[in-house]
């Protein structure tokens, strides 16, 4: 069974354009969560959604980020404009259920550059 | 809050032991342990639950102590593949949105030399 899939792997960008981030949860996976990782703040939970319908976006950063999930197999992370603060690396992970015992499974990740 | 982790790195020899902590300030549910090797994914490794459980995973076991919020990642005789970062994601007593939800510590990077 594949993995969850991100896209692109990485993303160079300058600052004031938009971004867009692409994540492909496990197939039957119900809950789908976009971390940024960061050397200074470590791995922080964004976002997280539950059957496409999004739970807690209370680490969003602020207005530019914005997330959807208009299927269960597909979710999108937007940064508009984009800015050197966001360089990180961004995990998208999904798991079967979100009790405290449900694993989650992360993806690649996706490397984004904002010059 | 952000469970803390500790030491921040460590440095071994093939076949040596080590022992990286994680604790919260909150009451936990349960605590994640997962590894990332660089420019990778975080990979999991286990989960513990509230009830002072050990678990285990090759040379790698784990235990948790819930009254002091605490859990401890032990590898045993080291190989060379253990090198990476080692994050503990705690899950907090509690219901709400935060049922289920993972908070990361901020990592102990573990190298492993010949």
């Known amino acids: 069974d594949a993995g969850v899939i991100q896209s692109p792997r990485h993303e160079v960008t300058e600052m004031g354009q938009e971004v867009t981030l692409r994540c492909k949860p496990i197939s039957g996976h119900d809950y789908l969560f976009w971390y940024r990782q960061t050397m200074m703040r470590g791995l922080e939970l964004l976002i997280y959604?539950?059957?496409?319908?999004?739970?807690?976006d209370s680490g969003m950063p602020e207005d530019r980020f914005s997330a959807k999930m208009p299927n269960a197999s597909f979710s999108t992370l937007k940064i508009q404009p984009s800015e050197p603060r966001d360089s990180a690396v961004y995990f998208c992970a999904s798991s079967f259920g979100q009790r405290p015992t449900d694993t989650q499974y992360f993806g690649p990740g996706t490397r984004l550059t904002v010059l | 809050q952000q469970p803390v982790q500790s030491p921040q790195a460590v440095i071994l020899r093939e076949g040596e032991d080590a022992v990286i902590n994680c604790s919260s300030s909150?009451?936990?549910?349960?605590v994640h342990w997962y590894r990332q090797k660089h420019g990778e994914a975080p990979v999991f490794l286990m989960i513990l639950l509230k009830g002072g459980e050990q678990k285990g995973h090759e040379k790698i076991s784990a235990s948790f102590n819930e009254k002091k919020q605490q859990s401890s990642l032990y590898l045993t005789a080291s190989q060379l593949s253990y090198s990476g970062t080692y994050f503990c994601g705690t899950v907090p007593n509690a219901g709400g949105t935060s049922y289920g939800k993972l908070t990361f510590g901020q990592g102990t990077i573990l190298t492993v030399h010949p």
């Open positions: 909150k009451a936990l549910y349960s």
């Open positions: 959604f539950n059957n496409n319908v999004p739970i807690d």
